[in-house]
């Protein structure tokens, strides 16, 4: 039986869905273009070799010094001011609680993803090194310096958890395992645990479970893209790329028997034109196989092949943080759920009073992610503004106020608490 709710009526007596969220006939990407020759596999960087001196700031103007892992990594803003290696402030937030390292090579990554400010296409227009990512630039720092601050700051580190992020390339596999085993060498993981977020398409079962015995704890996969069809559009042939949808699930499946339940999950976008029935699906079926799912808010990325596109509206986004919250940790099932015709949640599975106490404790807007110290539900790798403005706030890297509360109850279309 279909879980599927054929009408626009709302259950849990909730007023239904706002007509508009991101469509897949709407959502269709660039073609990439052609990379001039002289640009391809970082030639402009390699040929140039402009030795690196310490942290690197990203810079358009200035050539990119040649810098790799495992010696190098790069970092988000927000954890290089946490770390104390770039001087700046976030808004509202003190500091992030994850430290996320990105491989990084001349080279860049080798696949295409539609919706990634790293994608090859940039070859031309940009050096790796000084590509945007997730909305924000990414430091490239020494590892060997990394290390030092964290291993010298002890228990009083502010970080929760570590973040190896691959990408797709021939050294990541190797890399990977050295940066694991460069700070598991001076940094005990059972005071910082590490997380993995793999590059399935290099990986074979015997890599994921090297990393689980270097000491690795969580192993994520970025599907990103919540149905196969979405998948090969964004991430496969359809822009070039050499993603395929079962060699994800088949590492994901590694990832289950290798980590055990509730160490491993998988990232998905939600907006890039799936169904709120498809992508909340999906994270029923990773909680049904033991994992959990990492949300991200579609956001068109300057240079990307969807930076032409609509983010995800608020309200279409705030209905799957919402329901994918009580599936991952209110024992709720989709089945419970109702959808109207175009897949839209019109009602949570619980009676409306429940879900308004859910909505009220403002836990189900936070970033999600790997858990830190605080609890389980709430993430360690807080990213902020990753997938927003701090204007107009989509996952939030802080406990939501009472006024962020009465801006998500409208979003959500349900009653605002007067105060
Ligand atoms: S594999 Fe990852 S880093 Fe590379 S283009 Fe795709 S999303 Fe971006």
Redesign the pocket.
């Known amino acids: 039986m279909s879980c599927v709710k054929q009408s626009g009526e709302a259950a849990s007596g909730l007023p239904g869905p706002d007509p508009a969220f991101n469509a897949y006939a709407a959502m269709q990407p660039r073609v990439p273009a052609q990379t001039p020759a002289e640009a391809r596999n970082g030639r402009r960087v390699k040929e140039s070799a402009v030795p690196p001196q310490g942290v690197y700031l990203p810079n358009d103007n200035v050539l990119t010094p040649q810098m790799r892992s495992p010696e190098y990594v790069q970092m988000s803003n927000a954890a290089a001011i946490t770390l104390g290696i770039m001087p700046g402030r976030m808004h509202r937030c003190g500091c992030t609680r994850c430290l996320n390292l990105l491989l990084t090579y001349p080279e860049g ?5 539609a ?6 296409h940039r070859e031309a227009e940009r050096d790796y090194a000084d590509r945007n ?1 997730i909305r924000v630039d990414w430091p490239a720092v020494p590892m060997e310096q990394v290390v030092d601050i964290v291993a010298r700051d002890g228990m009083k580190s502010p970080f929760h958890r570590m973040c190896i992020s691959m ?2 390339h021939p050294r990541s596999d190797e890399d990977a395992v050295a940066v694991l085993k460069a700070w598991t060498a001076r940094i005990d993981p059972a005071t910082i645990p590490v997380s993995i977020l793999s ?1 399935p ?1 290099t990986m074979a079962r015997a890599d994921v479970q090297r990393l689980r015995e270097l000491g690795a704890e969580i192993f994520t996969v ?1 599907l ?1 893209a919540a149905t196969p069809t979405l998948f090969e559009r964004t ?1 496969g042939k359809g822009v070039q ?1 050499p ?1 395929r949808w079962e060699k994800y699930w088949e590492v994901l499946l590694d990832a289950r028997d290798v980590f055990g339940p509730q160490k491993f999950g998988a990232h998905i976008i939600v907006g890039m034109g799936e169904t709120e029935f498809e992508v909340l699906s999906l994270v029923q079926q990773l909680v049904d196989l033991g994992g959990h799912s990492h949300l991200f808010c579609f956001f068109p990325e300057q240079g990307s092949l969807m930076d032409h596109l609509p983010a995800t509206p608020r309200d279409q986004w705030r209905r799957v943080q919402l329901a994918r919250y009580l599936i991952d940790f209110a024992g709720v099932r989709i089945e419970q759920m109702s959808f109207d015709a175009e897949g839209r949640v019109t009602g949570y599975g619980l009676p409306a009073a429940e879900v308004d106490d859910v909505v009220g404790q403002g836990v189900a807007f936070r970033t999600s992610g790997c858990p830190g110290k605080f609890s389980d539900d709430v993430s360690a790798c807080d990213r902020p503004y990753g997938d927003s403005p701090p204007s107009d706030i989509a996952s939030f890297p802080f406990q939501p106020n009472k006024r962020d509360l009465q801006k998500i109850r409208r979003q959500l279309r349900i009653p605002v608490v007067p105060g």
């Open positions: 990554c080798r696949a295409n993803c919706y990634c400010g790293l994608a090859r990512f990408i797709t590059n398409t970025a990103d991430r790329s993603h």
